[in-house]
């Protein structure tokens, strides 16, 4: 087994949703200072970098982060490469079907990771900007069909599983609804597409979370 790393590296300046807190790390204590040990102090929002979204996000009666079992962030993956699909657009069913029909139905149990390879737009600072505007997503009834597969989870390598252009927030709607989490701002998975793996994407233990930043990892095979 190869283990292929999924997350991005939590920095200042890093990109965010753009209602959401940005992250933020300063030193506390210093080794060239004269302090005997070095400490830094972390600031950061639930949906942090590379993180896992809980049903609570969107429903006031969903399971928090904390609530759900670790069976849930872990799993045999599929990786779909959507990279035709352009900024703002959309992931249709067909799109899904013709994947199916090359690599064969997706199965109950699995987490499906969408690679649109729009984290190369990930940057620090000003030149992170278009990360943050007109990102892919995928439409409702991919959402449904995956429900309807049995998946746990689902993935994307940008800000948020629904497209910038939709104001309704289908994807998370029914994904959520159904207790299936979903994965934000995954990277490098032009490592996994075509391949057998196994998902791992373990979350900080927050109390009562909406969701939390994670450590997301596959392991090849």
Known sequence: MMLWDLSHTLENDQPHFPTHTKFFRMMWNRLEYGDRSAHAQV????????HVDAPCHFFPDGDSIDALSLEHFTGPGRCIDVTHVGPDGVVMLEDLQRFEETAGPIQAGEIVLFYFGFDRWWRLGPDGRAYRTAWPGLSGAVA??????????????????DSSRDQSIEAHQRLLSHRVV?????????????????FWGMPLKIGGGTGAPVRAWADIE
């Open 43 to 50: 600031i950061l929002g639930e949906h942090s970098g590379t």
């Open 144 to 161: 449904d069909a995956l429900v309807a597969r049995g998946v746990k989870a689902v993935g994307t390598d940008a800000i948020s599983i």
């Open 182 to 198: 979903i994965y934000e701002n995954l990277t490098r998975l032009d490592g996994v597409v075509g391949r057998r793996f196994r």
